[in-house]
């Protein structure tokens, strides 16, 4: 009898250890971290992470583009997939935080992924042509209040972020705005820089280059503070827009849900490692990002923050629901 138990004890704690060996001995094999956009200032973002990733875990990472559907084909893709910390998302705001407010039926559950940790952060600019004469928020709302056709905006598309934050300038100045939404950041941006539209919202990272070689200017930062990359440009309610609440942009891991906390405990650790090494924080501000690490925890409460103000913007923009 006391050796029946003794062996059913062993066993036990066997099983019970089992998860915890897993755990340790991860990771095994290839790592693939999903990006739901194309190549571009998020894939290149995450690319940048992934190198400095894979040499602290010594273990192959590559970066699978999946982009359509709203990033619901990437998001899909990953919230169906084994929960074993071997596939993760590199996301935005946009998949979690706003697209629930902007579709009416999604492909995947917004709470059905584990936060791991945000990783860098940037900030929304308002933009416009170097040809257009206008050198602050007030002269182009102006110029746009005389005639809007002069200081139309563009933006990725109906419902996507840069669209709503030129509904949310148009919500607090009372100035009638032209939208043209394009299929994509791309398109609108050479547009812009083509002097076909005015003006847009976009990433700084996704700007700065062009700013810096003077085809275009950029008048407005959308945040609490002036960034330090552009201490000479006003927020926008310096610039007098009072009530112009727009949350920043935002990197983060997430993995499927129930993935083992320990294998998030250790890609966590293993993120703000590979985000202190000085290399890799020099690659990501020459690419317009503030390196910002967090906790699972903090993660899930900003990503829990964002979608209530989105949620108000896309009430306020009046957006229907795709």
Known sequence: MQARTWVMGLVLSALLAAPHARAQEYPAKLIRIVV?????????????????????????????????????????????????????????????ALNPHIYKSLSYDPLGYAPIAKTVSTVNVLVVSAGLPVKSVSELLALANADPTKASYGSAGVGISNHLAGELLQHVSGVRLIHVPYKGSGPALTDLLGGRIGFMFAGMGHVLPHARAGKLRIIGVADT?????????????????????????????????NTPAAVIAKLNRTL?????????????????????????????????RNFEIWGRIVKMAKVEQQ
């Not at 926008?236 to 997430?254: C, R, S, T």
């Not at 020099?282 to 906790?295: C, E, F, M």
Request: proline share 6%; hydrophobic share 40%.
């Open 36 to 96: 739901a956009y194309p190549a571009g200032a998020t894939d290149t973002a995450a690319r940048t992470v992934a190198h400095k990733l894979a040499a602290l875990l010594s273990q192959q990472v590559i970066i699978d583009n999946k982009p359509g559907a709203g990033s619901g084909i990437g998001a899909q893709y990953v919230q169906k997939a084994a929960p074993d910390g071997y596939t993760l998302f590199w996301t935005t705001d946009s998949t979690h």
């Open 225 to 257: 503070a002036r960034h330090h990359y552009l201490p000479e440009v006003p927020t926008m309610e310096e610039a007098g827009m009072k009530g112009f609440d727009l949350p920043g942009i935002y990197h983060a891991v997430l993995a499927p849900l």
């Open 272 to 304: 703000h490692a590979a985000l202190a090494d000085k290399e890799t924080a020099a690659a990501l501000n020459k690419q317009g990002y503030d390196v910002t690490p967090t906790s699972a925890e903090e993660l899930g409460a900003l990503m829990r």
